[in-house]
């Protein structure tokens, strides 16, 4: 298979966590941030989209074998992590993945099936995860002829104009429960998601 990276959005500001951050918060004793960015090395090379150094999400990947890549303008929201990393992306790569750090529920497997995706639905340049009942979600591959308009966005969407500028060549891939929205945003989320928590 052809090497495609995962960009791993993980540069937020956690606004609502009130102090805390959540990329730092546990998941079976791992940083939220390393759990994700392990789950995305089984995919692909990672290009980490972070906050300016000094900060503690560089600690918590200290030891992997990722791109870490700073983004000076990370307050701007979203879109200037996906810019920031795109630049980082090999010349060559036919698609790049692009994934959110504080979905809990990912797993390697999700990853796997939307790269399948790409595969087995050819005819689409965007293939996204789904929620069991059909609600899109995260992770989104985009086909490197969307890398353009990509790099052009501002704000803090996460590229859903692109998205709906490409309705029809997007796949949704249908993943297990509410793995592909689950995110963790506040402290109720958090304390939620612990207590209704199926392993």
Same mark, same amino acid.
């Given at each position: %298979?052809?090497? @495609?990276?995962?960009?791993?959005?993980?540069? &937020?500001?956690?606004?609502? %966590?009130?102090?805390?951050?959540? $990329?730092?918060?546990?998941?079976?004793?791992?940083?939220?941030?390393?759990?994700?960015?392990? @789950?995305?090395?089984t995919? &692909?090379?990672?290009?980490?989209?972070?906050?300016?150094?000094?900060?503690?999400?560089?600690?918590? $990947?200290?030891?992997?074998?990722?791109?870490?890549?700073?983004?000076? *303008?990370? #307050? *701007?929201? %979203?879109?200037?992590?996906?810019?920031?990393?795109?630049?980082?992306?090999?010349?060559?790569?036919?698609?790049? %993945?692009?994934? $959110?750090?504080?979905?809990?529920?990912?797993?390697?497997?999700?990853?796997?099936?939307?790269?399948?995706?790409? #595969? *087995?639905?050819?005819?689409?340049? @965007?293939?996204?995860?789904? #929620?069991?009942?059909?609600?899109?979600?995260?992770?989104?591959l985009?086909?490197?002829?969307?890398?353009?308009?990509?790099?052009?966005?501002? &704000?803090?969407?996460?590229?859903?104009?692109?998205?709906?500028?490409?309705k029809?060549?997007?796949?949704?891939?249908?993943?297990?429960?509410?793995?592909?929205?689950?995110d963790?945003?506040?402290?109720?989320?958090?304390?939620?998601?612990?207590?209704?928590? #199926?392993?």
């Open positions: %298979m052809d090497k @495609i990276p995962v960009i791993l959005l993980a540069a &937020g500001q956690s606004r609502r %966590m009130g102090g805390a951050d959540k $990329l730092i918060k546990e998941v079976d004793g791992i940083p939220l941030v390393r759990r994700s960015t392990e @789950i995305a090395m995919a &692909g090379p990672v290009i980490v989209a972070l906050p300016p150094r000094p900060h503690r999400r560089y600690d918590a $990947l200290a030891d992997l074998d990722v791109l870490r890549v700073p983004i000076p *303008e990370a #307050t *701007e929201g %979203m879109n200037a992590s996906l810019r920031g990393a795109l630049t980082h992306v090999a010349p060559d790569a036919p698609a790049a %993945m692009v994934m $959110l750090a504080d979905l809990p529920e990912l797993s390697s497997a999700d990853l796997g099936a939307v790269l399948s995706a790409r #595969t *087995e639905h050819p005819d689409h340049l @965007i293939w996204r995860g789904a #929620t069991d009942s059909g609600k899109p979600g995260h992770p989104v985009f086909d490197r002829s969307l890398f353009s308009q990509l790099s052009e966005l501002t &704000g803090d969407d996460g590229a859903q104009s692109v998205v709906r500028a490409n029809d060549k997007v796949h949704l891939e249908s993943l297990p429960r509410q793995h592909a929205l689950r963790l945003d506040t402290r109720e989320d958090w304390d939620d998601w612990h207590a209704n928590r #199926t392993l």
